[in-house]
C-alpha cells in the first residue's frame, strides 16, 4: 500500500514539473505596422523600433526598413525588438524571421541581444534579393526582465537600399513558479552632485533584504550598502539610496536581492552617468498612487513649479515642505500622464509622472 502511494506520488511531482514550464511565442507579423504580440500572458512583446534607419513601409505584410551602413556594421543603425517577463522567470531559446534585400540592400545581417550590453553577435546571416528563413538558437535562462535584440544589416551597395523582415518570432518557455519579489521598476539619476537609486515592489515573499551593487564596466560589482527588505506583504514598498560617491562618467547599478534561505536573483542593470550639479526634479514613486506625491528638488524653487498635461494644459498645484530638500506636491488631477516643470537661470526643467488615482 505505502509503495503504490510513493510510487503516485512521484508521478505526481515528475507530472508537476513537466508541467512547471509553459512554452511561449511572441511574434511581430507587421500587417501595416510593428505591434508584437504573445501567446502567453506572462510574456509581453514590444513594438519593433529603429535608430538610424527608417521604415519604408509594409509591403506584402512585411516592415521594410531603410538606409542601412553601407560599410561594416555600425551599432548606431539598428532595429530593436523586445519580450518581458510578466511575475514569472523565462527561457529564451530561439529567434527566427523571414528576410530578403532589394537589390541595393545591404548583403549581410547580424543579431545581439542586451545580455550582454550588445557588444557580441548571437548569429550572422547573408541577406539574398529572395525571401529566406534565419534562425538563431540562444540559451538565455532564468530571465526576470527585459530582453532586447537589435538587428544590425550592413554592406549595402547603396543606402537607398532595403531590407524586408516578416513572421519574426521569439520562442522559450515560462517558468510557471512565482517570484519571492515583483519588482515594479528600479531607476536612477544625478541628484546634488550625488545618484540616488529608487525601486518598488509590488509584493514581497520571504524577502530578506537588498544589496545595492555598482560597477564601472559592467564586469565587476562592488556592493556599496544592504538595505533590509519588508519581507512579506502583498502591498506595494518604495526604497531608496544615495551613492554620495558616484564615479565620474557612468555608473552601472544593479540590486542582488537576497530571500530569508539565502537564495538570490539580481535585477536588470542600470546604468546613470555623472557629470556635473545640475538642477534636478526628483519624483518619489513614479506611478504615484496617491493624491500627495513626494519629490525632491535641487537648484528648482518649488513656488515656481506648474502641473501640465500631456496637452499642455496647466493645472492647479500647491506644495508642502518636508525637509530641506523634499517637498510633498498636491493635486486634484485625475489620472494621467503629467508634466512637472520648474525654471532654473532662465532654463526650463521637467519631470514625467504618471498619476494613478485610488
Same mark, same amino acid.
Given at each position: ?34 505591434? !508584437? *504580440?504573445?501567446n ?8 519593433? !523600433? ?6 519604408? !513601409? ?24 523586445s ?18 534585400? *532589394? ?10 541581444? &542586451? #545580455? ?16 529566406? &528563413? ?24 547603396n ?7 516578416? &513572421? ?5 518557455t ?11 521598476y ?7 552632485? #550625488? ?7 509590488t ?9 545595492? #551593487? ?20 502583498r502591498?506595494r ?8 560617491? @558616484? ?14 534561505d ?9 546604468s ?6 545640475? @538642477? #534636478?526634479i ?20 518649488p ?7 500631456? &496637452? ?21 488631477? @485625475? ?24
Open positions: 500500500m505505502y509503495k503504490w502511494f510513493y510510487i503516485c506520488l512521484l508521478v505526481s511531482l515528475v507530472a508537476f514539473t513537466a508541467t512547471a514550464q509553459v512554452s511561449f511565442v511572441a511574434s511581430w507579423d507587421f500587417n501595416g505596422n510593428t505591434a !508584437g *504580440s504573445s502567453n500572458p506572462n510574456i509581453s512583446a514590444s513594438s519593433l !523600433g529603429v535608430n538610424g534607419v527608417t521604415i519604408a !513601409g509594409y509591403p506584402s505584410n512585411a516592415v521594410s526598413l531603410q538606409f542601412w551602413p553601407t560599410g561594416g556594421l555600425s551599432t548606431s543603425d539598428y532595429c530593436e525588438f519580450v518581458t517577463p510578466q511575475n514569472y522567470r523565462a527561457n529564451i531559446t530561439s529567434v527566427t524571421f523571414d528576410c530578403n534585400r *532589394s537589390a541595393t540592400g545591404p548583403v549581410e545581417l547580424a543579431i545581439r541581444s &542586451n #545580455q550582454d550590453n550588445f557588444s557580441s553577435n548571437i548569429g550572422t546571416a547573408s541577406l539574398g534579393t529572395n525571401f529566406g &528563413n534565419a534562425s538563431f538558437s540562444v540559451s538565455f535562462n532564468g530571465l526576470e526582465n527585459e530582453v532586447k535584440f537589435r538587428i544590425y544589416a550592413y554592406a549595402a551597395p543606402s537607398a537600399g532595403t531590407i524586408r523582415l516578416d &513572421n519574426l518570432k521569439v520562442n522559450g515560462v517558468i510557471v513558479v512565482p517570484l519571492p519579489v515583483e519588482l515594479a528600479f531607476r536612477g539619476q544625478t541628484f546634488d552632485n #550625488q545618484v540616488q537609486l529608487t525601486w518598488e515592489t509584493w514581497e515573499r520571504d524577502a530578506s533584504h537588498f544589496d545595492i #551593487q555598482r560597477s564601472s564596466d559592467l564586469k565587476e560589482f562592488v556592493t556599496l550598502q544592504t538595505l533590509p527588505a519588508t519581507g512579506n506583504t502591498d514598498s518604495r526604497y531608496i539610496f544615495a551613492d554620495l560617491f @558616484p564615479l565620474p562618467g557612468p555608473n552601472y547599478y544593479r540590486l542582488r536581492q537576497t530571500d530569508i539565502g537564495k538570490y536573483e539580481y535585477s536588470k542593470i542600470i546613470v552617468n555623472f557629470e556635473d550639479d545640475s @538642477p #534636478q526628483l519624483v518619489f514613486g513614479n506611478p504615484t498612487f496617491t493624491q500627495d506625491f513626494k519629490v525632491r528638488l535641487h537648484k528648482v524653487n513656488a515656481e513649479l506648474l502641473l501640465f498635461t500631456i &496637452n499642455s494644459q496647466s493645472l492647479p498645484l500647491s506644495f508642502q515642505q518636508i525637509s530641506t530638500n523634499d517637498y510633498l506636491l498636491q493635486t486634484n488631477a @485625475p489620472s494621467g500622464w503629467y508634466w512637472i516643470v520648474g525654471q532654473y537661470q532662465n532654463q526650463r526643467i521637467s519631470q514625467k509622472v504618471l498619476l494613478l488615482k485610488p
